[in-house]
Protein backbone atom coordinates (compact mmCIF):
# COMPACT_ATOMS: atom_id res chain seq x y z
CA UNK A 1 0.00 0.00 0.00
CA UNK A 2 2.89 2.38 0.98
CA UNK A 3 4.38 1.63 -2.27
CA UNK A 4 1.37 2.96 -4.04
CA UNK A 5 1.16 6.02 -2.18
CA UNK A 6 4.88 6.97 -3.01
CA UNK A 7 4.38 5.78 -7.14
CA UNK A 8 1.29 8.43 -7.15
CA UNK A 9 3.42 11.34 -4.79
CA UNK A 10 6.38 10.70 -7.21
CA UNK A 11 4.07 11.48 -10.52
CA UNK A 12 2.03 14.18 -8.29
CA UNK A 13 5.45 15.70 -8.42
CA UNK A 14 7.03 15.41 -11.39
CA UNK A 15 4.05 16.69 -13.25
CA UNK A 16 3.97 19.50 -10.60
CA UNK A 17 7.52 20.07 -11.82
CA UNK A 18 6.56 19.79 -15.34
CA UNK A 19 4.21 22.50 -15.25
CA UNK A 20 6.23 24.56 -13.82
CA UNK A 21 9.39 24.18 -16.15
CA UNK A 22 6.70 25.05 -18.34
CA UNK A 23 5.95 28.19 -17.17
CA UNK A 24 9.19 29.52 -16.99
CA UNK A 25 10.22 28.28 -20.40
CA UNK A 26 7.20 30.52 -21.77
CA UNK A 27 8.46 33.19 -19.59
CA UNK A 28 11.60 32.96 -20.93
CA UNK A 29 10.37 33.04 -24.36
CA UNK A 30 8.22 36.19 -23.65
CA UNK A 31 10.77 37.72 -22.69
CA UNK A 32 13.08 37.00 -25.67
CA UNK A 33 10.07 38.62 -28.04
CA UNK A 34 9.58 41.34 -26.32
CA UNK A 35 13.55 41.90 -26.25
CA UNK A 36 13.75 41.79 -30.29
CA UNK A 37 10.40 43.36 -30.57
CA UNK A 38 10.25 46.63 -28.52
CA UNK A 39 10.58 49.67 -30.97
CA UNK A 40 13.78 51.66 -30.23
CA UNK A 41 12.10 54.82 -30.15
CA UNK A 42 9.49 56.23 -27.97
CA UNK A 43 5.93 55.95 -28.82
CA UNK A 44 3.87 58.90 -29.58
CA UNK A 45 0.56 59.10 -27.48
CA UNK A 46 -1.50 61.62 -27.79
CA UNK A 47 -2.41 63.61 -24.37
CA UNK A 48 -6.05 64.20 -24.24
CA UNK A 49 -6.31 67.55 -23.81
CA UNK A 50 -4.56 68.07 -27.28
CA UNK A 51 -6.77 66.05 -29.01
CA UNK A 52 -8.75 67.81 -31.50
CA UNK A 53 -12.74 67.55 -31.87
CA UNK A 54 -12.27 65.41 -34.98
CA UNK A 55 -10.12 62.74 -32.91
CA UNK A 56 -12.61 63.55 -30.01
CA UNK A 57 -15.55 62.58 -32.44
CA UNK A 58 -14.00 59.58 -33.98
CA UNK A 59 -13.68 58.00 -30.96
CA UNK A 60 -17.49 58.60 -29.55
CA UNK A 61 -18.27 56.97 -32.83
CA UNK A 62 -15.82 53.81 -31.86
CA UNK A 63 -17.85 54.07 -28.27
CA UNK A 64 -21.31 53.67 -29.76
CA UNK A 65 -20.36 51.28 -32.23
CA UNK A 66 -18.51 48.99 -29.10
CA UNK A 67 -21.60 49.44 -27.62
CA UNK A 68 -23.89 48.70 -30.25
CA UNK A 69 -22.19 45.28 -30.68
CA UNK A 70 -21.98 44.38 -27.46
CA UNK A 71 -25.65 45.06 -27.31
CA UNK A 72 -26.27 42.69 -30.05
CA UNK A 73 -24.30 40.10 -29.26
CA UNK A 74 -26.04 40.03 -25.64
CA UNK A 75 -29.35 40.18 -26.87
CA UNK A 76 -28.87 36.53 -28.28
CA UNK A 77 -27.79 35.46 -24.79
CA UNK A 78 -30.56 34.20 -23.07
CA UNK A 79 -30.68 34.01 -19.43
CA UNK A 80 -33.81 31.25 -18.74
CA UNK A 81 -34.47 29.22 -15.81
CA UNK A 82 -35.98 26.67 -17.57
CA UNK A 83 -35.02 24.80 -21.73
CA UNK A 84 -38.42 23.53 -21.04
CA UNK A 85 -40.09 26.50 -21.48
CA UNK A 86 -40.54 26.80 -25.13
CA UNK A 87 -40.92 23.15 -25.74
CA UNK A 88 -43.41 21.55 -22.91
CA UNK A 89 -44.28 21.75 -19.49
CA UNK A 90 -42.32 20.37 -16.81
CA UNK A 91 -43.69 17.57 -14.38
CA UNK A 92 -43.91 17.97 -10.66
CA UNK A 93 -41.32 15.25 -10.17
CA UNK A 94 -38.78 17.52 -12.16
CA UNK A 95 -39.80 20.56 -10.62
CA UNK A 96 -38.95 19.22 -7.10
CA UNK A 97 -35.82 17.60 -7.96
CA UNK A 98 -34.61 21.19 -9.43
CA UNK A 99 -35.74 23.01 -6.97
CA UNK A 100 -33.52 20.42 -4.82
CA UNK A 101 -30.84 20.77 -6.76
CA UNK A 102 -31.33 24.77 -6.30
CA UNK A 103 -31.25 24.02 -2.77
CA UNK A 104 -27.92 22.30 -2.34
CA UNK A 105 -26.60 24.46 -4.75
CA UNK A 106 -27.77 27.51 -2.33
CA UNK A 107 -26.12 25.68 0.56
CA UNK A 108 -22.93 24.72 -0.81
CA UNK A 109 -22.51 28.65 -1.60
CA UNK A 110 -22.97 29.85 1.66
CA UNK A 111 -20.54 27.54 3.01
CA UNK A 112 -18.17 28.43 0.45
CA UNK A 113 -18.72 32.33 1.90
CA UNK A 114 -18.54 31.47 5.40
CA UNK A 115 -14.98 29.51 5.16
CA UNK A 116 -13.36 32.84 2.85
Known amino acids: MDHNLFASLRVSGIGMGLVFLG ?11 LKFNTNREPSRTMAPEKASS ?10 VAVAVITAFALQN ?33 NRRRKDH
Not at 23 to 33: A, N, P
Open 77 to 109: TAFTASTHKNREAITAWQAAHRSHQIRTAIMLN
Open 23 to 33: IIVLWGLMELV
Open 54 to 63: ADMQDAKRKA
